[in-house]
């Protein structure tokens, strides 16, 4: 059974901080881990992810702000968010890639609302 058990979101002030975690079960040969975000009225957009070779790779606007990490095995992602900007409210979804027959399969979280506001 896949599961997706994302924590970590909430309400911080503007210039603060938060970290997310993802953790990932029932999923076998996974290519890469990362983060989504969609604010209100907006698409889907990378903010950032990290491939089984410990290559990573970030939307501009988070660059230097934010770090990805995952844990040794792959099952678990964490994204440090610093110097948080109010543009940056929306829900974020962990995302799972995994190599299928050839093809890439992709996973997506439940997602998890980060608010920045004072």
């Known amino acids: 059974q896949v599961q997706l058990v994302e924590s970590g979101g909430g309400l911080v002030q503007p210039g603060g901080s938060l970290k997310l975690s993802c953790t990932a079960s029932?999923?076998?040969?996974?290519?890469?881990m990362g983060w989504y975000r969609q604010a209100p009225g907006k698409q889907r957009e990378l903010v950032a992810e990290?491939?089984?070779?410990?290559?990573?790779n970030y939307g501009d606007s988070v660059k230097g702000r934010f770090t990805i990490s995952s844990d040794n095995a792959m099952n678990t992602v964490y994204l440090q968010m610093n110097s948080l900007k109010p543009e940056e409210t929306g829900v974020y979804y962990c995302?799972?890639?995994?190599?299928?027959?050839?093809?890439?399969?992709?996973?997506w979280g439940q997602g998890n609302q980060v608010t920045v506001s004072s």
């Open positions: 995302n799972v890639q995994a190599r299928s027959r050839g093809n890439l399969q992709f996973y």
């Open positions: 990290i491939r089984s070779d410990s290559i990573t």
């Open positions: 029932g999923i076998f040969s996974i290519h890469s």
